[in-house]
């Protein structure tokens, strides 16, 4: 398929449905700005407060506009509820690389397997609908939580990007890298994911 960023996707299983991000998604996100701030605490993007929430969500729209991101709102079929977002973004589509990241969900779904359940069908629709070579991920070397995420979907980590970029503190953050190719996907990765979501 010839991916089109001005579609609105929906991709869903059983589980979960990810909705095209669409800026009447804020208010049933907004809350997890307002009152869960720890999950921002590795956000290269300030998040915390209802403006800087509005200005995260417009920055995600606007880079939909220019054709390098697209973000999706995740809703959970099990609770009936938003849990959060995630996003392709760096989308180059002459190259067939894109990343995924800008992940987040509030407390009450981690470690409940929904994570899972949107990465399947993410990287599912990057290998097979929009036809990428590699999807690739980047994390806070310091964000362990992440990076054993990561990796327990089936990702290489293909090394250490020392001090590549200035963290909302100021100081400076090593960034890991790993990613997945397309013949890794289809001879183990997807089958051992899909075992994973059960």
């Not at 981690?110 to 899972?116: I, S």
């Not at 020392?162 to 013949?183: A, E, F, H, P, Y």
Request: with cysteine.
């Amino acid at each position: 398929m010839n991916f089109d960023f001005n579609e609105n996707y929906v991709l869903e299983s059983d589980r979960v449905r990810l909705e095209s991000l669409e800026a009447n998604h804020f208010s049933s996100l907004v809350t997890f700005s307002l009152n869960e701030t720890e999950i921002w605490k590795f956000s290269s993007i300030p998040a915390i407060g209802e403006e800087n929430f509005k200005n995260y969500l417009q920055i995600a729209l606007d880079n939909r506009y220019k054709q390098t991101e697209y973000a999706f709102a995740v809703f959970d079929k099990k609770t009936n509820q938003y849990a959060g977002s995630t996003r392709f973004y760096d989308i180059q589509l002459q190259n067939r690389t894109l990343q995924l990241g800008y992940t987040w969900y509030g407390k009450n779904f981690h470690g409940t397997g929904l994570n899972k359940h949107c990465k399947y069908l993410l990287i599912e629709f990057a290998f097979e609908k929009m036809n990428m070579a590699r999807v690739e991920f980047r994390a806070d070397n310091n964000n362990l939580h992440s990076i054993a995420a990561i990796k327990s979907i089936g990702c290489k980590v293909d090394g250490i990007l020392r001090s590549n970029m200035t963290k909302l503190d100021g100081s400076r953050r090593d960034t890991i890298v790993l990613s997945i190719l397309r013949d890794e996907w289809f001879e183990s990765v997807k089958e051992n994911l899909k075992q994973k979501l059960f």
